[in-house]
């Protein structure tokens, strides 16, 4: 079974904190995604890796960088939180050439 | 990009059929269609994708309309477990890294009654 795992279930932080995301994944997948989700505006895609240490912006990167110095591992980096930033973030990961993306179970961050 | 159009809410009595639309009329001739469903508390999760001729697994089946501007995703008897958000995606243009760019829109909710 894929596993994707992400570090915290449940986060708070304070305005102005950075944060940092984890996200690992046991498949030894090529691709990782970065997407946050909140009410009425579906998944948006923050970030993508296609490959260690490379990475492409997606829809909504602002306020946001990212780090893959491994491949199974996948950050997500909140340079100085906001409370516009509270969300749910999932990760998730696919192999390369296939359709099938496997999430991981979120990680719901409360900005104060 | 092309989009999806999914009707916000469904229901459905367990043990019953239920048929989930989409509408995706500005599809282009490569784009595959994906669902992915979400339960509550949990990441998505890979339902079924197709191109152009239907398709069934475990899990679901996927009619694709012969011009394939909308498609239904059928899941044959439904159960409480199936209550979830499902998610019409297409597998839209590429970044230009190569990579396949997916679009979720907001799904449908399917609400199953005991």
């Known amino acids: 079974d894929v596993k994707v795992t992400q570090s915290s279930r449940y986060l708070v932080k304070r305005t102005g904190e950075k944060v940092f995301l984890e996200c690992v994944q046991d498949?030894?997948?090529?691709?990782m995604f970065w997407y946050r989700q909140d009410p009425g505006l579906g998944l948006r895609l923050i970030y993508f890796?296609?490959?260690?240490?490379?990475?492409e912006k997606g829809d909504i990167p602002e306020g946001y960088s990212v780090s893959r110095e491994k491949k199974e591992r996948f950050s997500l980096i909140l340079e100085s939180a906001s409370t516009n930033q509270t969300s749910m973030y999932l990760c998730?990961?696919?192999?390369?050439?296939?359709?099938?993306?496997?999430f991981g179970p979120g990680t719901r961050l409360t900005v104060t | 990009d092309a989009k999806t159009t999914q009707p916000n809410s469904m229901e459905s009595n367990e043990e019953e059929p239920v048929h989930l639309p989409c509408n995706h009329s500005t599809i282009s001739g490569t784009d595959y269609i994906h669902w992915y469903r979400q339960l509550p508390s949990q990441g998505p999760e890979y339902v079924i994708h197709g191109l152009t001729s239907n398709v069934n697994n475990r899990m679901a089946s996927l009619a694709i309309a012969e011009d394939r501007k909308s498609s239904t995703l059928i899941l044959h008897r439904a159960t409480l477990r199936d209550a979830a958000v499902y998610y019409c995606?297409?597998?839209?243009?590429?970044?230009?890294?190569?990579?396949?760019?997916?679009?979720f829109g907001t799904g449908t909710r399917l609400k199953v009654l005991a």
């Open positions: 998730a990961s696919r192999p390369l050439g296939t359709g099938e993306q496997y």
């Open positions: 498949m030894d997948h090529e691709n």
């Open positions: 890796s296609y490959d260690v240490k490379m990475k």
């Open positions: 995606i297409l597998r839209d243009a590429r970044y230009t890294s190569g990579t396949y760019k997916y679009i």
